[in-house]
């Protein structure tokens, strides 16, 4: 049996050590080893289709055609997006698209670019 405390969120016994940081694999929470919560964590984490971090301000590149609900008009693969900006919700980035104006994506229909 390990030395490592258990998770202070989910009291799970088989949290792991990853560089400066445990992580407890049941719950997905990470805390520093000396016991003080992490700052990092300021909600939840929003991944691209590849599985990139994405942040706000980030330039973004669609991967799929995506019809534009309520028009004729469609966002075409290969469009980029600059200076996005990430919410919750289902739809997670709120962007302006050159040509359609403000909308919001999924991030698993774009990738970091």
Same mark, same amino acid.
């Given at each position: 049996?390990?030395?490592?405390?258990?998770?202070?969120?989910?009291?799970?016994?088989?949290?792991?050590?990853?560089?400066?940081?445990?992580?407890?694999?049941?719950? %997905?929470?990470?805390?520093?080893?000396?016991?003080?919560?992490?700052?990092?964590?300021?909600?939840?984490?929003?991944?691209?289709?590849?599985?990139?971090?994405?942040?706000?301000?980030?330039?973004?590149?669609?991967?799929?055609?995506?019809?534009?609900?309520?028009?004729?008009?469609?966002?075409?693969? +290969?469009?980029?997006?600059?200076?996005?900006?990430?919410?919750?919700?289902?739809?997670?980035?709120?962007?302006?698209?050159? %040509?359609? %104006?403000?909308?919001?994506?999924?991030?698993?229909?774009?990738?970091? +670019?």
């Amino acid at each position: 049996m390990s030395d490592l405390p258990p998770c202070p969120k989910c009291n799970s016994a088989y949290s792991y050590e990853d560089g400066l940081l445990l992580i407890c694999p049941e719950c %997905g929470h990470e805390w520093a080893k000396d016991g003080e919560e992490s700052t990092a964590e300021t909600g939840p984490v929003i991944t691209d289709s590849n599985g990139a971090v994405l942040k706000d301000g980030d330039t973004v590149v669609v991967i799929k055609d995506l019809k534009v609900k309520g028009t004729s008009s469609t966002v075409k693969i +290969g469009t980029r997006v600059k200076n996005i900006r990430l919410v919750e919700g289902d739809h997670d980035i709120d962007c302006k698209i050159p %040509g359609i %104006g403000a909308m919001k994506l999924k991030s698993e229909f774009v990738k970091k +670019g």
